[in-house]
């Protein structure tokens, strides 16, 4: 990608995440029980908590820090807010600010996380796929990376729904990261349309079986438009 694609990236990301705010950056959803950091709503459970969603804010820290950015002291370790309440009666403290500022000056830095995430999952998604799918599982990600467009299909996607090889995130045992998408474009190759297309239709097609198999106390379809519109922008050029 060239400097200005991945300047369009990182943008794009934001945009998809926090609607491009920057009081975006600091966010805790509704119906979760984790507060979401950064252009790519990086997930940090509080102090003491875990679930079953992998935790990747601690990990952006880190790399911040190794890339020779100074993170503050009081964010190395659980999220320090308790609940969404009290993260959200603190909105405006100093803390959630002081995270506000790091996060809007380091979206490039924070582009290069997640696609640093994006090249470490295929030996992951290889370790977890059945043999007889690897091949495919291969192909479909070297092919996506040959264009911008699939790049950012596989940096968007890994960083909005996981690569697809934790146990946990699973219903009825079935799962809707990185790897059942690349599994489900091999249901119905074609020749005749481009990666990125093949991507966003399957990716529909695995978040729609993911709302169906949810527990119905999650209530999961009222996000499924919004995650439909996501995949659809995958299909629109870089």
């Not at 920057?22 to 252009?39: M, Q, R």
């Not at 599994?183 to 481009?194: D, F, I, K, R």
């Not at 519109?229 to 299909?235: E, F, L, M």
């Amino acid at each position: 990608m060239s400097s200005a694609q991945m300047d369009r990236v990182g943008r794009r990301i934001w945009q998809n995440e926090c609607g491009g705010t920057v009081a975006g950056l600091t966010s805790w959803n509704g119906g979760e029980d984790f507060a979401s950091l950064g252009i790519g709503h990086f997930i940090w459970y509080p102090q003491g908590h875990s679930g079953p969603f992998a935790e990747s804010f601690p990990p952006l820290l880190a790399f911040l820090e190794a890339h020779g950015t100074a993170t503050p002291a009081w964010a190395r370790g659980g999220c320090p807010w308790p609940t969404r309440a009290a993260f959200e009666a603190d909105r405006n403290g100093e803390r959630q600010q002081e995270l506000r500022a790091l996060l809007s000056r380091t979206v490039r830095q924070q582009t290069e996380f997640i696609m640093a995430r994006m090249e470490a999952a295929l030996p992951k998604m290889l370790g977890e796929a059945p043999a007889r799918e690897r091949a495919w599982v291969k192909t479909a990600f070297d092919s996506l990376k040959t264009t911008p467009e699939g790049t950012f299909c596989l940096i968007d996607y890994v960083n909005f729904k996981g690569e697809g090889t934790k146990p946990t995130e699973r219903y009825k045992g079935q799962g809707w990261g990185l790897l059942q998408v690349l599994q489900a474009m091999g249901e119905t190759p074609s020749s005749y349309t481009a990666w990125n297309i093949q991507f966003a239709e399957a990716a529909k097609r695995v978040l729609s079986r993911r709302v169906a198999n949810a527990p119905a106390e999650r209530k999961e379809q009222r996000w499924l438009s919004g995650w439909h519109n996501r995949c659809d922008s995958y299909k629109w050029s870089l």
